[in-house]
């Protein structure tokens, strides 16, 4: 019976009916994009679930190799452990190696300057010595060579003879 006053009311007005079948189309179209959207969010949780699914199954497989390795990774990060403490006091040694060679290097340097400068000193002193030395000497040979000519010259006189000039004893005997 609803359809009949429908029909009935459909005849009557064009107008009515034409803006009827508009209302029915958009809620067709409405309830086709409701089914979308509900399919789209359908699909779109079905992956989420199967993603996490498979995310878990990753994370199980990681875990159950995590297990298997950590017996073997154990004595590895040990020895790591091991070599990094080795290396530590190997650094430290050697930097206390190197700390004392330069600290000898640096004291002998002092010496050496310190021997260097009384070095240098000593090599003035001398000069002023050999300087005065020399002086001495050329002043001691000079009175030498002048009190034997005095010498020479007084012996010539007392024995009479003239002094001349080169010649020898043996020459004024003959």
């Not at 199967?50 to 995590?66: C, D, M, N, W, Y």
Request: proline share 2%.
């Amino acid at each position: 019976m609803a359809l009949a006053t429908v029909a009935a009311v459909l005849a009557q007005d064009a107008a009515l009916g034409a803006q009827l079948d508009r209302i029915a189309w958009s809620q067709i179209a409405m309830a086709a994009g409701m089914i979308v959207v509900t399919l789209t969010i359908l699909a779109t949780g079905i992956a989420a679930f199967l993603l996490f699914r498979s995310v878990r199954k990753l994370i199980g497989v990681v875990e159950t190799q995590a297990r298997a390795l950590a017996p073997r990774a154990e004595p590895l990060l040990t020895a790591a452990s091991k070599v990094a403490a080795d290396a530590t006091g190997v650094s430290g040694s050697v930097k206390e190696r190197v700390d004392e060679v330069l600290q000898t290097v640096q004291d002998a340097n002092v010496r050496l300057r310190e021997l260097i400068a009384e070095t240098e000193t000593r090599v003035r002193d001398f000069g002023a010595v050999m300087d005065v030395i020399q002086a001495e000497t050329r002043e001691l040979l000079l009175d030498a060579a002048a009190t034997a000519r005095g010498v020479h010259t007084t012996a010539e006189a007392l024995h009479g003879a003239t002094p001349s000039r080169g010649r020898t004893p043996a020459r004024r005997r003959e």
